[in-house]
């Protein structure tokens, strides 16, 4: 079981800017989702036969934690959220550390918006900002 680190994601920025953002993340889930595989896309999936080699898999926790910054997707498992016009928020745990790099590819993607992104991991005494 990892040690939970809390992100506190807060946006603002242009209506339509805002919209955009939200619509990234969210995807095709439900209003207040944040899918990292929307902002980082993973390798696709391959049909293996009975017996291969797993180890060449494109994709696993160690493609997340290089790519995303963290192990796990995060998705629809929210602790808060809170969208408006001009800003929005939420609320949600990483595995063992923040998104690094998910934050750095929405700053690029989304430069007219402002993201404040705190992070708090307890177990081993770090937190701040993104």
């Keep these: 079981m990892p040690n939970w680190c809390e992100n506190r994601v807060r946006i603002s920025g242009d209506e339509e800017d805002i919209k955009k953002f939200v619509k990234l993340v969210q995807g095709k889930g439900e209003?207040?989702?944040f899918w990292f595989k929307n902002v980082i896309p993973q390798p696709e999936y391959v049909e293996l036969e009975t017996g291969a080699d797993l180890s060449?898999?494109?994709?696993?926790?160690?493609?997340?934690?290089?790519?995303?910054?963290?192990?796990?997707?995060?998705?629809?498992d929210i602790e808060h959220w809170d969208i408006h016009a001009e800003e929005a928020e939420w609320d949600f745990y990483t595995a063992w550390g923040p998104p690094d790099e998910i934050c750095?590819?929405?700053r690029k993607t989304f430069p007219d918006i402002h993201i404040s992104w705190f992070y708090d991991?307890?177990?081993m005494?770090?937190?701040g900002y993104l």
């Excluded at 060449?56 to 629809?76: F, H």
């Design 56 to 76: 060449v898999l494109p994709y696993d926790a160690s493609w997340t934690s290089a790519n995303w910054g963290t192990k796990t997707e995060v998705g629809n």
């Design 31 to 33: 209003e207040g989702d």
């Design 125 to 127: 005494e770090i937190a």
């Design 121 to 123: 991991e307890p177990g």
């Design 104 to 106: 750095s590819e929405l």
